[in-house]
């Protein structure tokens, strides 16, 4: 069973940062792809990153790349989201998501577990 616990969340200003963390109680984390999430008030869930079971190979939609790191320690049963240069555009409240199986996933539908999520709020 994985149980995901989101983390990390707050409010900063544009251009600041945020490490989001999120823990999975269950003892399978290792072979869950892990991706995050993001949806803003009026707006549909979208895609953001995703690592694969190992975390040695990682996707990120088109808005955050070179500024979002997605990582994972599965010694902790963890996947982290490093969040630079924030703009109010990320504004949202930010899910992250378990996959089955070794790849790299970008759609919602190939998620089976998801976490309550954590808000992000960017100030301009």
């Known amino acids: 069973q994985v149980q995901l616990v989101e983390s990390g969340g707050g409010l900063v200003q544009a251009g600041g940062s945020l490490r989001l963390s999120c823990a999975d109680s269950g003892h399978t984390f290792r072979s869950y792809g892990m991706g995050w999430f993001r949806q803003a008030p009026g707006k549909e869930r979208e895609f953001v990153a995703a690592?694969?079971?190992?975390?040695?190979?990682?996707y990120y939609t088109d808005s955050v790349k070179g500024r979002f790191t997605i990582s994972r320690d599965n010694t902790k049963n963890t996947v982290f989201l490093q969040m630079h240069s924030l703009r109010p555009e990320d504004t949202a409240l930010y899910y992250c998501?378990?996959?089955?199986?070794?790849?790299?996933?970008?759609?919602?539908?190939?998620?089976?577990?998801w976490g309550q999520g954590t808000q992000v709020t960017v100030s301009a």
């Open positions: 998501a378990a996959s089955p199986g070794m790849l790299v996933r970008t759609t919602l539908g190939e998620y089976d577990y």
């Open positions: 690592i694969n079971w190992i975390g040695d190979n990682t």
